[in-house]
């Protein structure tokens, strides 16, 4: 079920990548599962996971992209802040697609204190999967 | 007269609200360097035209001037700061309007930080929705940063890449430059209740705005002074830039050969012969016509909303694109 899932993930994401980035997206299978797995335990209908699945790899991809060190001299670093700058983009713009406002907005807030963090050279208070993880149940105990 | 004058837009009430975002945000401590950056990046100042893009925009709306237009055009300025301290590391520039680039002043990975939380508090401020359906504010960010990312991909891909296309020089400068100001002219008009097809037009209006303003920024690499430049004249070939001036030039069969010679290697003072030879070339004056027929494109859209006031602001915006020295 879950590499079923995995796939329908990582196609739909690949699709929505512009062929001009060049970006593929090669996640590790254990992160993927790790994260559907917490889907699974806040309720999320399997239908729903892999959208919210391809979500989550895009906004953890473009955290990644973005991840010390970024040096002048390194050859990568123009490719690092393009493709950070592109996912990121993208999660907006999928999450939207897939009709996640209110994930995007209750999301927002922790995005943001983890640029904030990492602009103070401080430890990301909550991991992004804690996070997802944290609105999820919101969510669910609101309905 | 300044253009926010002739346009009756109060910059200093755009600059209080970028300033408002970042010191009302409980989560940025007060004084801290990351405060620093973004108040300083703020007072650094710029031409502020796609904030006024979005006010003139809500003009051919219901509800212009609303605390919330405000909102998105500080917004808007705030993806367009975020893209320009990204740009700047990304062109390893150390100047920004000849003061040292942001990357200079506190490293590269902070000021990496610094964009980004510009675009995520974007995102968390729009996204505090009231009476729009809530995807609406929300895919402003998600419009207009996409095509940025892609217009850098396309220059990239295209640095001193001396068979570009005029085409493909078209989609790199539509992404990099006009959509910004096509979607803050459109969002602002969608903001104040403005009806769709008239959003659409000022989209269509803002494109050959912006792109009359980027061919008028590839002339000024040509034209103007290192000092009025904020950068060497030049810099843009340097670069590897092919912009619309070049690729008129490449038609020239001995101009050619010495446009195509220069590489990443090349020095300053080795191109200052050809910047010459090209601006005598007669490659200006056609890459300047075609500057003006983007303008008048966009005039004649402004003649099609003539129900509106606010017409005579987006040919007083025309009028200012057209007659810019730097």
Redesign the interface.
């Known amino acids: 079920m879950n590499d079923i899932m995995i796939r329908e993930a990582l196609e739909r994401l690949q699709a929505e990548i512009?062929p001009?980035?060049r970006i593929r997206l090669k996640p590790e299978k254990s992160v993927l599962v790790e994260a559907l797995t917490a889907f699974e335990r806040c309720g999320v209908e399997p239908l729903r996971r892999p959208r919210l699945l391809a979500i989550y790899t895009l906004l953890a991809s473009a955290f990644a992209r973005?991840s010390?060190?970024?040096?002048?001299d390194d050859a990568e670093?123009?490719r690092r802040?393009?493709d950070?700058?592109?996912l990121?983009?993208?999660y907006?713009?999928y999450a939207?697609k897939c009709?996640e406002?209110?994930l995007?907005?209750d999301l927002?807030?922790f995005?943001?204190?983890i640029?904030?963090a990492?602009?103070?050279d401080q430890d990301e208070q909550v991991p992004l999967l804690s996070a997802f993880e944290q609105i999820l149940l919101n969510h669910k105990e609101a309905n | 007269m300044p253009l926010h004058k002739k346009l009756r837009i109060d910059l200093r009430r755009i600059d209080r609200e970028m300033k408002r975002i970042v010191k009302h945000d409980k989560d940025v401590p007060p004084h801290s360097e990351l405060e620093k950056s973004l108040l300083q990046t703020i007072n650094a100042g710029g031409k502020r035209l796609r904030p006024m893009l979005v006010m003139v925009g809500s003009r051919f709306g219901r509800r212009p001037n609303d605390n919330r237009i405000v909102q998105l055009a500080a917004a808007a300025e705030f993806i367009h700061t975020a893209s320009l301290i990204h740009d700047d590391l990304i062109d390893r520039s150390p100047l920004r309007r000849g003061e040292p680039s942001l990357h200079m002043l506190i490293g590269p990975a902070k000021a990496v930080y610094v964009g980004n939380y510009m675009s995520a508090r974007v995102v968390e401020l729009l996204s505090q929705v009231d009476e729009e359906p809530e995807g609406d504010r929300q895919s402003f960010t998600a419009v207009a940063t996409a095509e940025l990312c892609l217009g850098e991909y396309e220059q990239l891909e295209h640095a001193y890449n001396y068979n570009m296309s005029l085409d493909d020089y078209l989609l790199k400068s539509r992404h990099k430059t006009a959509h910004l100001m096509a979607v803050s002219l459109e969002f602002g008009a969608r903001a104040a209740g403005a009806p769709e097809p008239v959003c659409q037009s000022l989209y269509r209006f803002g494109e050959h705005l912006g792109l009359s303003f980027q061919i008028r920024d590839d002339l000024l690499d040509f034209t103007a002074s290192a000092k009025q430049l904020g950068k060497p004249a030049g810099s843009d070939l340097l670069g590897g830039q092919v912009t619309l001036p070049v690729l008129y030039a490449l038609e020239d069969a001995q101009l050619a050969a010495q446009i195509r010679s220069v590489g990443p290697h090349t020095k300053p003072e080795d191109i200052q012969p050809l910047l010459e030879q090209i601006r005598t070339s007669g490659a200006l004056k056609r890459a300047e016509a075609f500057c003006d027929a983007e303008l008048q494109r966009a005039r004649d859209i402004a003649l099609s909303l003539g129900d509106y006031a606010a017409q005579a602001d987006l040919l007083s915006l025309a009028d200012y694109f057209g007659g810019r020295t730097f």
């Open positions: 512009d001009v980035t973005h010390e060190p970024l040096e002048l670093l123009t802040i393009l950070g700058d592109y990121y983009s993208l907006i713009q939207l009709k406002e209110s995007l907005r927002s807030p995005v943001k204190k640029q904030i990492r602009a103070l």
